[in-house]
């Protein structure tokens, strides 16, 4: 197994572009989750989802959306790429709750110039 | 919601015991983990401890839980360089995972 594999791995964007991260597990879990993390702040949800088809906001969701139509792939849209996000995103999954260990990629490190 | 604190930096010697400490606010945190960030790296499980749980060894690391105090303790022995990293708490009731900020482990040789 793969695990969580997120790509690319580096992007520099400019201002107002947009860009989809990509993520996809091969374990089969139902439960996938974005975080977002900047130096300091540790980690904080940007989206999740329960289940293909069914997606939530998390504590930061302004400037993003996700869709989930399969169990395996999870993407994060950004529409209008802002200096503010700037950070290195993370892709994580779970197999039966919402609490229980997730496992995580390797992460996107996202430059907004 | 949950909060999750921890303090950012710890310097310790090799050899020496490291001991990172995070407290939480959800009393209905059922699982509480520690995660280990290598530079460039995503974060990688250590261990876990269940909430009715008061302590969990796993070859060098203690987990220590004072749920009264809604506290949580992680005890690295024998303390090496390779530890060097950034350690996470994390704490959930019916959430997904809430992070705390991360405490830098730096080992001295």
């Known amino acids: 197994n793969a695990g969580v594999t997120q790509t690319p791995k580096f992007r520099i964007l400019k201002i107002g572009q947009s860009m989809t991260l990509q993520c996809t597990q091969d374990m089969n879990h139902n439960y996938m989750y974005w975080y977002r993390q900047d130096p300091g702040m540790g980690l904080k949800l940007i989206y999740y989802?329960?289940?293909?088809?069914?997606?939530d906001k998390g504590e930061v969701p302004n400037g993003y959306n996700v869709s989930r139509s399969t169990t395996e792939d999870f993407p994060l849209r950004l529409e209008l790429a802002a200096p503010s996000q700037t950070s290195v995103y993370f892709c994580a999954s779970s197999l039966q709750s919402l609490n229980t260990e997730a496992f995580f990629g390797q992460g996107t490190r996202l430059t907004v110039v | 919601g949950e909060d999750v604190e921890q303090s950012l930096f710890l310097s310790v010697r090799e050899g020496d015991s490291s001991v990172i400490n995070c407290t939480y606010t959800d009393s209905s945190s059922t699982y509480l983990y520690w995660y280990k960030q290598e530079p460039g790296a995503g974060l990688q499980l250590l261990t876990y401890i269940f909430s009715n749980m008061d302590m969990k060894q796993d070859q060098r690391l203690t987990v220590l839980l004072n749920k009264k105090d809604k506290h949580l303790s992680l005890r690295i022995a024998d303390t090496q360089t390779g530890d060097s990293a950034i350690y996470f708490c994390a704490a959930s009731g019916n959430t997904p995972l809430v992070f705390g900020k991360g405490t830098r482990l730096s080992v001295i040789a």
């Open positions: 989802s329960v289940g293909a088809g069914i997606t």
